[in-house]
Nanobody
């Protein structure tokens, strides 16, 4: 059973918006941060946006800063990724993730590569942006 469930992906034209949602109900007590990653065909998975447990600190990848916003509703155990001004380069599979330790949050929020085995992952949701 998947413990992180993404929804909200789809196809949109360039300049459009989408909002992704992630249910993290199985991680109510061990969620040092929540993150969105994405993977485009033939490319490495990259961190898109991260928010700490308190919601007081965020990280955004350079390519999405100013266009994407991560937020969370801890009462509902939901994490969102609001994506605006979408570009064809934003196309890919978007994954919701939470790490197994706070140390991994610190690594990810520096923009450094993460160790995939130290994270819990959702199944991913496809986002396609056409020009």
């Amino acid at each position: 059973q998947q413990q992180l469930m993404e929804s909200g992906g789809g196809s949109v034209q360039a300049g459009g918006s989408l909002r992704l949602s992630c249910s993290a109900a199985r991680y109510t007590d061990s969620r040092p941060c929540m993150a969105w990653f994405r993977q485009a065909p033939g490319k490495e998975r990259e961190g898109v946006a991260i928010v700490d447990a308190a919601g007081s600190s965020t990280y955004y990848g350079d390519s999405v800063r100013g266009r994407f916003t991560i937020s969370q509703d801890n009462a509902k155990n939901l994490v969102y990724l609001q994506m605006s001004s979408l570009e064809p380069e934003d196309t890919g599979v978007y994954y919701c993730a939470t790490p197994k330790s706070a140390r991994e949050c610190a690594v990810a929020m520096r923009g450094d590569p993460v160790s995939y085995n130290y994270w819990h992952w959702g199944q991913g949701t496809q986002v396609t942006v056409s020009s």
